[in-house]
């Protein structure tokens, strides 16, 4: 596979957006900016691909999905959804809840992500496999039907050795290690507000 990074640089210089560049508003409940939060997340699932495996397919699509229901209500629904916190409270009051429950979802993805990174950031000794595991045990896996659980572990067993891995996020060990911390603190900030958020009253349907 070739590099996934420009000479000299690393994988997150590749992103189209990153978590770091999506405008959130403190004055307003940490409002989320709809456009920036999608093109973040679809950066994200790009990933997967780093990761290797065709096994990574049916998380990576999964995600995808859900970023087209919560676009295809932007698309719709421009004016009540320039925030995803806007975006939810308008869709709900029509007593809709497609883009809501795909924002639920993705929110859930994002945290499997973020936690199985963190997990392997701190813990230099620890396999991808096992970073990975873990995390999907505590996110995705409790919302799983026992159908899709198979498919997702298959994943985690799928994934490159640790040191492969971070050899595609590029040569500069020490470069890779301080993007990827800082992609992932602005990742984990929309994740709590995400997890926050959806957990609110407001935002059941």
């Given at each position: 596979m070739a590099a996934a990074f420009p000479a000299g640089g690393t994988f997150?210089?590749?992103?189209?957006?990153?978590?770091?560049?999506?405008?959130?508003?403190?004055?307003?409940?940490?409002?989320?900016?709809?456009?920036?939060?999608l093109e973040a997340a679809e950066s994200l699932v790009t990933l997967f691909d780093v990761l290797g495996s065709v096994a990574f397919n049916p998380v990576?699509?999964?995600?995808l999905g859900n970023v087209k229901k919560i676009r295809d209500r932007q698309?719709?629904?421009?004016?009540?959804?320039?925030?995803?916190q806007e975006l939810v409270i308008n869709e709900l009051k029509e007593k809709k809840h497609v883009a809501t429950e795909g924002l639920l979802w993705l929110t859930r993805g994002l945290d499997f992500t973020a936690q199985a990174l963190r997990a392997n950031l701190g813990n230099p000794s620890e396999e991808l496999s096992a970073s990975f595991r873990g995390a999907y045990g505590n996110t995705?896996?409790?919302?799983?039907?026992?159908?899709?659980?198979?498919?997702?572990?298959?994943?985690?067993?799928?994934?490159?050795?640790?040191?492969?891995?971070?050899?595609k996020l590029g040569d500069d060990e020490a470069k890779v290690n301080e993007a990827l911390a800082i992609w992932l603190t602005a990742l984990e900030k929309v994740v709590?507000?995400?997890?926050?958020?959806?957990?609110?009253?407001?935002?059941?349907?």
């Open positions: 997150f210089d590749t992103l189209k957006k990153s978590f770091v560049d999506v405008p959130l508003d403190p004055t307003k409940d940490n409002a989320i900016s709809t456009t920036e939060f990576k699509n999964d995600m698309l719709a629904a421009p004016t009540l959804s320039e925030t995803l995705l896996k409790p919302h799983h039907s026992f159908i899709i659980k198979p498919i997702f572990s298959a994943a985690m067993g799928a994934t490159p050795y640790r040191k492969d891995f971070y050899k709590g507000i995400l997890k926050e958020f959806t957990a609110r009253k407001e935002a059941k349907w």
